[in-house]
């Protein structure tokens, strides 16, 4: 799956570079915005690899991690836009976080332009082989036995693994703790370490881990049941609909500057890069009826700062 994806984002980009021979002339920054470990790593230095052979110039994966993917997201948006940044977006950092946060530094519908869908990522349920339960059913029976005992880690707050642990713990009925991680990496290092007893994560971030026998999968967000892990079920109802929340990634580079004139026609001032839709919407929205919601979700974090206020 993640080889098909890969080739569709260097097709795309194979057509950006016969449409200027000039570009690219040298390396290109492909920045992640999570620490090594995780989905958007994996993706990345698949996609990376085809891109350089596409485009005839070193791609190059720069991990930039912190508060959910939007520190990384900045600074791309920051960089200069001459299309030798390039961001491996997905819809926690180009949906969610700049809905959840008041100020996330940039603005997706204006900062960034697509250069190409790469693919979805469904979302898995996966625990440390020690915890009792064994299915969703057990799961839930056991939270609701032990209300707010049972901590799930995600790759950071306003991420879509954080967002997938608080609709599964809402339409089942349950209680969770939130211990929000720099990435799908380090919260799946402390799981496999029997930090915490389970993580809502990408399956291409655990399949392996699950593969070897150091997590134990539980089920998979998805309406299907994956290629990758074809044993581990979906989850049942009633918690099937509200956590189905998969990984979009695609590529995305800053929009070429615009002057508009008088008349309200734009020039591009980028002609190298044309703009290229992807098979989405290129204009992200979170839903922000549950923006109030994932505020004000308490996490192990907050929770020590306000006992210390005490």
Wanted: proline letters at 10%.
């Amino acid at each position: 799956m993640l080889r098909t994806l890969a080739v569709a984002a260097a097709l795309a980009l194979s057509t950006l570079h016969a449409t200027a021979q000039t570009y690219p002339n040298r390396p290109v920054t492909l920045v992640v915005p999570f620490p090594p470990g995780g989905s958007t790593t994996i993706v990345a230095r698949i996609v990376a690899d085809r891109m350089a052979e596409a485009l005839g110039q070193p791609i190059v994966v720069d991990n930039r991690g912190g508060a959910g993917g939007t520190i990384g997201t900045r600074a791309v948006a920051k960089s200069i836009p001459d299309g030798y940044t390039l961001l491996l977006g997905y819809t926690g950092t180009l949906a969610i976080g700049p809905t959840l946060y008041p100020n996330a530094g940039y603005d997706p519908r204006k900062d960034f332009a697509p250069v190409g869908l790469i693919g979805n990522a469904p979302n898995s349920l996966v625990v440390h082989p020690s915890f009792a339960p064994r299915s969703v059913q057990e799961l839930i029976a056991y939270a609701k036995a032990n209300p707010g005992a049972v901590n799930y880690g995600s790759a950071g707050v306003g991420t879509v693994s954080h967002v997938s642990g608080e609709y599964f713990a809402t339409a089942a009925g349950i209680k969770l703790t939130h211990v929000p991680y720099r990435g799908t990496g380090p919260a799946l290092a402390d799981l496999i370490g029997g930090h915490i007893p389970m993580a809502f994560a990408p399956i291409p971030a655990t399949h392996g881990p699950v593969a070897q026998g150091q997590l134990r999968g539980l089920a998979v967000t998805s309406a299907k049941r994956s290629s990758l892990v074809p044993d581990m079920p979906t989850i049942a109802n009633p918690a099937s609909r509200a956590s189905r929340r998969p990984c979009s990634m695609g590529s995305w580079r800053q929009p070429a500057r615009r002057v508009r004139s008088s008349t309200s026609s734009t020039r591009r001032c980028a002609p190298h890069l044309p703009p290229m839709r992807c098979a989405s919407d290129s204009r992200p929205t979170a839903p922000s009826r549950h923006r109030r919601h994932l505020r004000n979700t308490p996490t192990t974090s907050t929770r020590t700062k306000r006992a210390g206020r005490r």
